[in-house]
């Protein structure tokens, strides 16, 4: 059985990571969509509310399963007896970070199997980041997120977002 992870932020899930999901769904036999920790990252959404969307953005996918792992990728493959660790790729930037990483996860896992799938056109500037910066400001993000979360992230950060985006504002005039 051809098991693969596909892992990420997922600050939220966007259109390019269900891409990416519905690829490795018709691949593999079965699919692993694991939140890991970036350590560079800090988070609008709780590790919960992430889980959230992608389990909604994923039930269609039969054979992709949701979880939450606070550790290393390779500790997550070895637990689960894969060897395939899938990455989404939107351009230069990304290849030579993932080569990076795919450099030390080797280290750590010779027998890792490292898969690049390239983005398509319409989703290739899409990124959490947009994403988050247009919530933060008010704005609706929901043409870059999957159908099935369309509508639930401005409802996630209202008031609570609202406060901090003036704090920073008034911090960023001052200074
Ligand atoms: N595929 C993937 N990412 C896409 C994408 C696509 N098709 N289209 C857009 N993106 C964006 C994401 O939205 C995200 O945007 P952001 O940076 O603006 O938030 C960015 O590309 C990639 O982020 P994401 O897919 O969430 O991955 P990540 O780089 O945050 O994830 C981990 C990295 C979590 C997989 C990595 O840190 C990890 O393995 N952590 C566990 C610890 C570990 O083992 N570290 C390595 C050895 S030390």
Redesign the pocket.
């Known amino acids: 059985m051809k098991k693969c992870v596909f ?5 939220p899930v ?1 259109k ?2 269900e ?2 999901i519905a690829k490795c769904s018709s691949l593999f036999d079965e699919v692993i969509v ?8 800090t988070t609008m959404f709780s590790v919960e509310k992430r889980l959230d969307f992608l389990r909604a953005t994923c039930a269609k996918y039969p054979n992709v399963k949701v979880l939450f ?1 606070e ?6 493959l070895k637990s689960e007896g894969a060897i395939y660790n899938v ?4 351009n230069g930037r ?1 290849y030579e ?1 993932e080569n990076e ?1 795919n450099f ?2 080797s280290e ?1 896992m010779p027998e890792i199997v490292t898969i690049y ?1 390239p ?1 398509s056109d319409p ?2 500037q ?7 910066e247009l919530l933060k400001f008010g704005k609706n993000a929901d043409r870059y997120v999957p159908a099935e979360i369309k509508g639930k992230l401005s409802d996630e950060i209202k008031g609570k977002l609202s406060d901090e985006t003036k704090g920073k504002l008034s911090a960023d005039i001052k200074s």
């Open positions: 892992a990420g932020t997922f600050d966007t390019g990571h891409e990416i694991a939140i890991c920790v970036n350590v560079n990252k792992h550790g290393l990728l390779v500790d997550l990455r989404g790729l939107r990304d970070y990483m030390v996860n750590l799938i983005c989703n290739v899409i990124s959490s980041s947009v994403v988050r």
